[in-house]
């Protein structure tokens, strides 16, 4: 697992393609996850490829209102603070 942060935050996440468990978690899954990353105007990229499996999870940390950036963990304010620290 790797995560960058700058305007943007990426995570990648990689595995060797083996299950585990019953996958009969009841979640949303990927669709799930691409739908609240869209909401937030980001990406979920999934690829597999020799027998590896990878996701890309893109959100920018910036939004489209001025001074205000979102925080890890939405807690009562809605999950925005006041850039100004």
Do not use: C, K, W
């Amino acid at each position: 697992m790797r995560l960058s942060v700058g305007d943007t935050a990426v995570l990648e996440m990689e595995n060797d393609g083996v299950r585990t468990g019953s996958g009969g978690s009841g979640g949303s899954g990927i669709t799930g996850l691409r739908e609240r990353l869209a909401a937030l105007g980001g990406t979920v990229t999934v690829q597999s490829r020799g027998g590896r499996f990878r996701l890309t999870a893109e959100v920018p940390l910036v939004t489209g209102r001025a001074g205000t950036r979102p925080v890890a963990g939405t807690g009562a304010g809605g999950g925005l603070r006041d850039g100004r620290g």
